[in-house]
């Protein structure tokens, strides 16, 4: 069974900093991961789409890497913004199951970019 | 292009009812997945429906069902309502065999329900 751990569960940091919000998962057999993007009480934003054979993507100061015979993605936020503020979610897509076994997420990472 | 809608926003029912929660899926869609998002949790898979037809399932009891329609807008059923399935419901749309990067998936707003 597929798990997702994303590592710290919160962050606080002063604006302007550059940052790494960590993502790990125990099958590294996957179509790909997909970072997102929640404000409180509201859906999904898909930040990264990172297909199983590539091994980054970048939008704008985002940029998150994958490895996965290692079973690690990592995203990238450079010079941090208020307006970054946000819970970020990691999920793979599971290649087990013929791809109908839905997304399966880690708990997040709850960041909080300091004016 | 019109995004992922979901309705109602908002819907507070008591142990035991039925509740009906719907989605309407991006333009160029043609499976949508539904997730359980409890509070401080991420999203937990329900099942996805692709061609009008359940073709993957999370860990969730019968009671959770579904549809999807010909126009591959889709309802998720809850029966027998229990004070744990108080939740933030997630409607994901995707375009598996057509529109989009393969994989990614589309999320709505959410409908927020409570149970008392």
């Known amino acids: 069974k597929q798990e997702v751990t994303q590592i710290p569960a919160a962050l606080s940091v002063p604006e302007g900093e550059n940052l790494v919000l960590n993502c790990s998962f125990t099958?590294?057999?996957?179509?790909?991961l997909q970072w997102f993007r929640q404000d409180p009480g509201k859906g999904l934003t898909s930040l990264l789409l990172?297909?199983?054979?590539?091994r980054e993507q970048t939008s704008g100061r985002l940029n998150a890497s994958l490895d996965k015979s290692s079973g690690r993605s990592t995203l990238y936020i450079a010079a941090s913004q208020p307006g970054d503020s946000a819970t970020y979610l990691c999920?793979?897509?599971?290649?087990?199951?013929?791809?109908?076994?839905?997304?399966?997420f880690g708990k997040g990472t709850h960041l909080i970019i300091q004016p | 292009e019109t995004g992922v809608t979901q309705s109602p926003t908002h819907l507070i029912k008591t142990r035991g009812q039925q509740v009906t929660l719907r989605c309407s899926s991006q333009?160029?869609?043609?499976?949508v997945s539904w997730y359980q998002q409890a509070l401080g949790q991420g999203p937990q898979f329900i099942f996805q429906y692709y061609r009008e037809e359940e073709n993957g399932r999370g860990n969730f009891p019968p009671r959770f069902s579904g549809l999807q329609f010909p126009n591959y807008s889709s309802e998720l059923n809850v029966n027998a309502l229990e004070l744990d399935d108080s939740a933030l419901y997630l409607c994901a749309s995707s375009g598996r065999y057509g529109a989009g990067p393969l994989g990614s998936q589309y999320f709505g707003p959410g409908t927020r329900l409570l149970v008392l």
């Open positions: 099958d590294s057999a996957i179509y790909n």
């Open positions: 999920a793979v897509w599971a290649a087990s199951g013929g791809g109908a076994d839905g997304l399966t």
């Open positions: 990172i297909q199983s054979s590539q």
């Open positions: 333009s160029g869609h043609n499976t």
